[in-house]
């Protein structure tokens, strides 16, 4: 009943900006929280941003400052605008939600953001 799909991965030049949009659809009563995923070529993955249903937000270290997570209710879509990127950002951005718990129990398919210097 729950789809997530993510949209704007794409290849870029060190320094350019994309623009990440993650949409939920079916019936979804509540959100607690949706939140940004990354993962690279032979590393764990690690939780980027997250906005929680009262709009406050989350960031790992090395994106804070770059990136920023923001939110549409209405649309049921949440964004990553991802500035000053670096090759290190590269990897697959994955997009999920969290319903009735804080677990994240709906994800995308993922989208690749490639980043070259």
């Known amino acids: 009943q729950v789809q997530v799909v993510e949209s704007g991965g794409g290849l870029v030049q060190a320094g350019a900006s994309l623009r990440l949009s993650c949409a939920a659809s079916?019936?979804?009563?509540?959100?607690?929280?949706m939140g940004w995923h990354r993962q690279a070529p032979g590393k764990q993955r690690e939780l980027v941003a997250l906005?929680?249903?009262?709009?406050?937000?989350n960031y790992a270290d090395s994106v804070k400052g770059r990136f920023t997570i923001s939110r549409d209710n209405a649309k049921n879509t949440v964004y990553l605008q991802m500035n000053s990127l670096k090759p290190e950002d590269t990897a697959v951005y994955y997009c999920?939600?969290?319903?009735?718990?804080?677990?994240?129990?709906?994800w995308g398919q993922g989208t690749q953001v490639t980043v070259s210097s």
């Open positions: 999920a939600l969290a319903a009735v718990s804080p677990i994240f129990n709906y």
């Open positions: 079916g019936r979804i009563l509540s959100i607690i929280r």
């Open positions: 906005i929680t249903s009262g709009g406050s937000t």
